[in-house]
């Protein structure tokens, strides 16, 4: 699927997931101010949180969270961040949609 990435996840496959305090934390980097606001801007942020909701609602005794920044469309500032965000915030997933932002682990 063209535009859709993960940036990077905590865990490796086949490992067991040991989430941070408990909370599942996806961050998602999208381009707020800048050129590809309007497309994959807020509305990216809506499409990460919507499934979170509903899958919320049928696992009520897991906490999901999600929060998200702007890269404004500069893969130094969605490095930056997502660094920022596994580093000091406790962060096991992060997201970006545009492809010229798209970071490698």
């Known amino acids: 699927m063209r535009g859709f990435g993960v940036v990077r996840c905590r865990s490796g496959a086949g490992q067991q997931v040991r989430l941070s305090?408990?909370?599942?934390?996806?961050?998602?980097?999208?381009?707020?101010?800048?050129?590809?606001?309007?497309?994959?801007?807020?509305g990216a942020v809506e499409a990460v949180r919507m499934p979170v909701t509903d899958f919320m609602k049928d696992n009520?005794?897991?906490?999901?969270?999600v929060i998200f920044a702007d890269h404004q469309n500069k893969a130094d500032i969605a490095a930056s961040k997502?660094?920022?965000?596994?580093?000091?915030?406790?962060?096991?997933m992060a997201r970006t949609w545009e492809r010229r932002v798209r970071l490698s682990q």
């Open 82 to 92: 997502a660094r920022e965000w596994f580093d000091t915030q406790q962060v096991d």
């Open 60 to 65: 009520p005794a897991m906490k999901v969270e």
């Open 21 to 42: 305090e408990g909370v599942a934390k996806i961050g998602a980097l999208a381009d707020l101010s800048s050129v590809y606001s309007s497309v994959a801007g807020q």
